[in-house]
């Protein structure tokens, strides 16, 4: 490979190489924070592009590298959201909204430096306000509640799997779409 990308080669095709080293520096980043609760490092990203001996099959684009690590808040607010209803995931995801949080502000100083970095920002702050709206709505409904915290997990595992069962997934309940069609044919 790194014959392939000798010389200013990598530099001729890193536009068209961007977006999956991107991919690639997310999911990386991903697994790392499941693992270590903790932003993985330039070094350590570009350790995982090297040889055997531990010679950079290209360099890592500090751009790349940070866009990567911007599409990680995305993964992170699904994470968060999905951990809720199981038992301690409400404080995982107050970690979560936490840890997107301070993201969020590390790299609102670096957008002067990285266009394309403006641009997710956005979508960051559209994240971290899906978590915390989540996180927010747990935290009053389950301060009505004087209970221990796992049988206040139960309780938001029993009604989020009510609820999923009564909606199939986001379709209109059964119900509804019997009085629906009901209506629909004393029309004719």
Not at 20 to 30: D, H, K, P, T, W
Not at 31 to 59: C, M, N, R, W
Not at 97 to 117: I, S
Not at 121 to 138: C, G, H, P, R
């Amino acid at each position: 490979m790194r014959h392939d990308l000798a010389g200013d080669r990598f530099w001729r095709y890193q536009r068209n190489v961007s977006p999956g080293l991107q991919e690639y520096i997310e999911a990386l980043s991903f697994a790392h924070y499941l693992e270590h609760k903790s932003l993985i490092s330039y070094e350590q990203v570009q350790s995982t592009l090297s040889d055997h001996q531990g010679i950079p099959l290209f360099p890592l684009p500090l751009e790349d590298y940070l866009l990567g690590l911007a599409d990680l808040t995305g993964e992170l607010m699904r994470f968060a959201i999905a951990a809720i209803p199981r038992r301690g995931g409400r404080q995982k995801a107050s970690d979560i909204c936490g840890f997107v949080r301070a993201c969020k502000a590390d790299f609102e100083g670096l957008t002067p430096y990285f266009k394309e970095l403006r641009k997710k920002q956005s979508v960051t702050s559209q994240s971290l306000e899906k978590i915390e709206d989540a996180t927010y709505a747990v935290v009053v409904r389950t301060s009505e509640y004087d209970m221990p915290p796992e049988w206040l997990d139960d309780l938001v595992a029993q009604t989020l799997s009510r609820a999923a069962d009564q909606s199939s997934y986001g379709e209109e309940p059964r119900r509804k779409r019997a009085r629906d069609s009901d209506y629909d044919s004393d029309d004719n």
